[in-house]
């Protein structure tokens, strides 16, 4: 849950907080009864000298509004005895940042929020937890799919929390490779930048992954399971990467995270009570009852990635990705062609040599000819050796 991902994992944990009433002082509302509350994701990165800030107000799940980034707020860091760092707007609504800072270790930090209607939000001071490093990202493939594992230790047995997250990008083909498209009721063949049948595909983690050595005489994880793929994953179709991040956080910010964690996965009904109050460490200064989702923590971010390609797996799992249902092959008059949609693809011309002479086209589902349907993207990643 990285800080400057909009509407992501940390947002719907918080707006399912919001609406099962967990939140105290909170009457559950009827369908139509909207949500005011300001939700707080930031992170001061002593190892990147970064901070980013994203705020966002929540509305009710019921709402047919779209949740709404809190644009225009004066974000500030404060240093205990110290400067006051000035975060500025970045490019994605909501989000703040500053880059190249002096962080003290030895100092504690707090976020000062002003927002545009004039409402001032404090966090508590919060020490700078120094995160080790990832000692490894590895993964092992059964006949039941593959698994990515990582480990990690502290000599100095002082972190104790820990909180990982990960990006997985992998790359996919789609089952036919189009080289035509109607443009303006013509057939016009695609240019080699044009293709659209090799993709790839950005996904963030889909759950909270915490592990705590409190109890343990070691302060260290082996083998830590952060995700599966099952056998014929597209993931896995040809080559697949996983950016595993980790974060050493405090007790208090572990338990925040795991009472997300809990709602989530033990929610009953909507407005079932929690166990429990969830407590961030985020305040309304003059308002002590006013509800804030978030934190704001103080730390590293550590991060490390790995590649795994389709021929590196066990040869019993190095099996094709199945198409999607409906991929088979249509061939088309002419006539019938050039009736179709504008931007419509076709694989290849039937009857002829080419535009201008072939007496049809073969043609399918945009699923099974353009990978971007399946949400990825055909701009090569910077990282993609």
């Known amino acids: 849950m990285h800080p ?18 967990c939140l105290e002082p909170y009457a ?35 709402s047919t509004e779209t949740p709404s980034p809190e644009e225009h707020a004066k974000v500030t860091i404060e240093e205990s005895d110290g400067p006051t760092i000035t975060l500025t707007a970045d490019t994605i609504a909501g989000s703040y940042i500053a880059n190249d800072l002096t962080i003290n270790p030895n100092k504690t930090y707090r976020l000062h929020i002003t927002t545009q209607r004039g409402s001032e939000y404090l966090s508590d001071y919060e020490n700078v937890y120094r995160t080790p490093d990832i000692d490894s990202v590895t993964w ?5 799919g593959t698994t990515v594992y990582a480990s990690t230790h502290d000599d100095t047995g002082n972190a104790r929390y820990y909180l990982w997250d990960y ?35 950005t996904k963030p983690a889909t759950s909270i992954l915490l592990h705590s050595t409190k109890n343990l005489s ?10 599966f793929m099952p056998v014929r994953s597209i ?55 006013e509800p804030v989702l978030g934190y704001f923590a103080v730390g590293e971010l550590k991060e490390k990635r790995i590649f795994i390609k389709h021929d590196e797996l066990p040869d019993e799992i190095q099996l094709v990705t199945p198409k999607p249902p409906g ?13 179709l949609p504008d931007k419509s693809f076709l694989i290849y011309p039937v009857g002829g040599n080419g535009p201008g ?15 971007r349907v399946q949400g990825g993207v055909t701009k090569r990643p910077d990282f993609w050796d």
Request: with cysteine; hydrophobic share 40%; aromatic share 10%.
């Open 4 to 21: 400057g991902k909009p509407y992501g994992l940390f947002y719907y944990t918080c707006m399912t907080m919001i609406m099962s009433g």
């Open 28 to 62: 559950p509302p009827d369908g139509s009864t909207s949500v005011d509350i300001l939700v707080v994701e930031g992170f001061l990165d002593q190892g990147h000298s970064s901070a980013s800030v994203h705020l966002t107000r929540a509305v009710a799940l019921a």
């Open 140 to 144: 092992h493939g059964t006949a039941a």
């Open 167 to 201: 990006a997985e990008t992998y790359e996919y083909r789609s089952a036919y490779a189009p080289g035509y498209q109607i443009r303006n009721k013509e057939v016009a063949q695609l240019h080699e930048d044009e293709y659209v049948n090799r993709c790839w595909a």
């Open 218 to 227: 070691v302060d260290a994880m082996l083998d830590y399971p952060l995700v």
């Open 235 to 289: 993931k896995l179709s040809i080559r697949y990467s996983i950016l595993v991040k980790l974060k050493a956080v405090s007790e208090k910010n572990y338990a925040f995270w795991q009472q997300l964690k809990n709602t989530t996965e033990n929610i009953g009904g909507l407005f079932d009570p929690m166990p429990s109050q969830v407590v961030g460490n985020v305040h309304n200064v003059r308002d002590a009852k």
């Open 327 to 339: 991929c088979e092959i249509d061939t088309l008059l002419l006539e019938i062609v050039e009736a």
């Open 357 to 371: 002479t072939a007496g049809g086209y073969t043609t399918a589902s945009p699923i099974c000819m353009d990978c």
